[in-house]
């Protein structure tokens, strides 16, 4: 009796059932199904965020770039027209091109062109504070990577002599 007992214990000591054996490959499957899920969310987010994040750097580049180029014509003797996608102030125009994704910068015969990549619109529009302060509104749309779009807007204010608020493409 002593003998089997021995034999036993021996026979345990050397090795693992296959029933062990099935659920630790189990339990490693699991493990390995939860990391890629996991993976592949973390992947779609970091991907989203990015391009939210691509939009916000290039609607902040535009908002410093029309701010500058506003506050170089900001005076009383200014005519400001708004046309959808344009801007123009004494010959000098601020537009966006949907077709070249740029937004160009007409600085007293000179053009600037600003490359955006992530922005697929920007409309311009104006309102007033009921003084004399005329607020101009620029929204900035980007498409995001699911198919859907994402839209962002600033506020500039100004002073300006005169305002012509026509419609877009329009004379």
């Not at 410093?64 to 506003?70: I, K, R, Y």
């Not at 490359?115 to 620029?138: E, H, M, P, R, W």
Request: charged share 20%; proline share 1%; with cysteine.
């Amino acid at each position: 009796m002593r003998n089997s007992r021995a034999r036993r214990a021996a026979y345990r000591r050397r090795g693992t059932t296959l029933v062990e054996l099935s659920i630790v490959v189990a339990l490693i499957s699991m493990i390995a199904v939860m990391t890629v899920s996991f993976c592949t969310l973390i992947g779609t987010y970091v991907q989203r965020t990015n391009g939210r994040y691509d939009l916000l750097h290039e609607c902040e580049l535009i908002r410093s770039e029309v701010s500058d180029w506003l506050s170089a014509r900001d005076d009383a003797a200014s005519t400001c027209e708004v046309a959808g996608d344009s801007l123009s102030i004494g010959g000098d125009t601020v537009s966006f091109s949907p077709g070249s994704h740029a937004l160009r910068i007409t600085d007293g015969g000179r053009t600037h062109n600003v490359s955006l990549d992530a922005v697929t619109d920007v409309v311009f529009s104006v309102g007033s504070d009921g003084a004399d302060v005329i607020l101009l509104k620029c929204t900035v749309t980007g498409a995001e990577s699911d198919s859907g779009t994402n839209t962002m807007s600033f506020l500039l204010p100004f002073r300006i002599g005169g305002l012509e608020e026509k419609e877009a493409g329009g004379e």
